[in-house]
Each structure stands twice: as structure tokens, then as C-alpha cells.
């Protein structure tokens, strides 16, 4: 599996329809939630396997804070450690910048995944687009 950037606009589509099928089409989130304010300058990341697009994800820069937003993997790719090869070169990419720790809001479900990389949550329960979450972090060397 290759993990980059996404830099042409077909780079950025494809991060989008993997985006789509979990979170819209597989979790009922809705369309305008999904796709915020922020996808216009955020980074977006998308992974390859054979040429297809499997799994996605945003970072946004945030003064001293990397914050990695829309995590996923295509449902048939799942459990076979592609999640956790997107987040360790999620981490790559912002460990380039200035940053001091990364946070993301993870599904209550996942909480298990992002833990296995070395998260800890540092918020009560909580619902966003109708899911629960919690708040997550991790401090960069
Ligand atoms: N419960 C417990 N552990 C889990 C888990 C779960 N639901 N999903 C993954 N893990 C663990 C794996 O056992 C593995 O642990 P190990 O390294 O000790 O073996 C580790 O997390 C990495 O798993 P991996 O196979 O790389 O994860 P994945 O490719 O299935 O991706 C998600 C994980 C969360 C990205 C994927 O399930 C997904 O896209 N879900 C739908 C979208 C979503 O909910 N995204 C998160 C939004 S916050």
C-alpha cells in the first residue's frame, strides 16, 4: 500500500470517494457535515492498494497542534493494518512541522485502534455528526 499527499485534483477526488462510501454512504453522515469549511485547506491524504483507493484522511495545522480528522478504510479492507500504516505516515507528514502533539476526535468504537498507536483520550464522551466521540492526543518527540 502506498500513503501520500494528494496533490493533482484526482488525488484529492479519490481521498474524497473513499471518504464518501464510509462516513456518507456506510455511516449516514450528512453530505454538508461530511465535507466542512475546512476541506478547502486542510491536507488531504489518500492510500493506494494496486493503483485503488482504500483509505483517507485530513490533517489540519493548528498552531502547535496537528489535528487528524476523517480516518478511514474502505469496509473490505479493514483489519488487515492498513489503518495503522495511514496513521504512522499521517504522523510522518506532521512531524515535518513545527508541531508538539497531535489530536484528533475519535468514534468511541475506535478508541481501541487509535490507543494501539499511542493515543490517549483526554475528554469525556461526546456526540458529533451523531456519533459519540472522544477527544484524543498524542505528544510528538
Ligand atoms: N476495535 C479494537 N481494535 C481495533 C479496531 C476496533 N474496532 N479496529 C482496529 N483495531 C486494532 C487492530 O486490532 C490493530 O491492533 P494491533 O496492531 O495490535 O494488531 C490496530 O487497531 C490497527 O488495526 P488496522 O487493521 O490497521 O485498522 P483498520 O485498517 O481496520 O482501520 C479504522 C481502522 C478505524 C480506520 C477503520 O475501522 C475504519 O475506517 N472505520 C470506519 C471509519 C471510522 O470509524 N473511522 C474512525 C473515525 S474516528
Do not use: C, W
Amino acid at each position: 500500500m502506498k500513503v501520500i499527499k494528494a496533490s493533482t485534483n484526482q488525488e484529492i477526488l479519490d481521498a474524497f470517494s473513499v471518504r464518501d462510501r464510509v462516513f456518507i454512504e456506510e455511516q449516514g453522515v450528512d453530505p454538508k457535515i461530511e465535507h466542512d469549511q475546512y476541506d478547502e485547506s486542510a491536507i488531504h491524504i489518500v492510500s493506494y492498494l494496486n493503483e485503488q483507493p482504500i483509505g483517507a484522511a485530513r490533517i489540519r495545522l493548528i498552531d502547535e497542534q496537528g489535528k487528524i480528522q476523517r480516518v478511514a478504510i474502505l469496509k473490505p479492507f479493514r483489519n488487515q493494518g492498513y489503518g495503522k500504516k495511514l496513521m504512522i505516515a499521517l504522523e510522518e507528514i506532521i512531524a515535518q512541522h513545527e508541531i508538539q502533539s497531535i489530536q484528533l476526535n475519535a468514534q468511541t468504537h475506535a478508541i481501541p485502534f487509535y490507543e494501539s498507536i499511542g493515543f490517549e483520550i483526554n475528554s469525556r464522551p461526546f456526540y458529533e455528526a451523531g456519533i459519540e466521540h472522544v477527544s484524543m492526543n498524542k505528544k510528538l518527540n
